[in-house]
């Protein structure tokens, strides 16, 4: 049993370098004690979810481009969120009017070879 994962939430991903918010609108009409809370389809770059500052992911085609032009030695590029789907895993029990929401244990994986996740669900008395 994970906790709710709502607007206040941190990001990590172990290409980029900075954690960052999670943002949440309040369509789902789940609301938790410090926003809304996330749903599945909640995975928009740029929308939910901001760089991470500088990407390390050599898939990442600005890091490869400037790695290129160092000779080899690794240029991180600017950070450019891609989902590859939405949230996985999910708690389908627990819905929201936009789908499923989003627990403490959930994922998205990045086209350019990160794993995003939640490092702190931005809520602790709401347990799903």
Not at 25 to 45: E, F, N, Q, R
Not at 65 to 93: D, N
């Amino acid at each position: 049993m994970g906790l709710g994962v709502s607007a206040t939430a941190l990001l990590t991903c172990p290409m980029g370098v900075a954690p960052t918010p999670l943002t949440v609108l309040p369509a789902s009409m789940v609301m938790g004690k410090t926003g809304p809370i996330g749903s599945v389809p909640d995975c928009a770059p740029f929308l939910n979810i901001v760089p991470f500052g500088v990407c390390m992911s050599m898939a990442n085609p600005t890091t490869a481009a400037l790695t290129a032009a160092a000779f080899g030695i690794l240029t991180p590029g600017p950070c450019i969120p891609t989902p590859a789907g939405v949230w996985l895993p999910m708690k389908p029990t627990v819905m929201s009017k936009l789908g499923p929401i989003l627990n403490s244990d959930t994922m998205l994986i990045c086209a350019y070879g990160g794993v995003i996740k939640p490092v702190s669900p931005g809520q602790v008395t709401v347990l799903i």
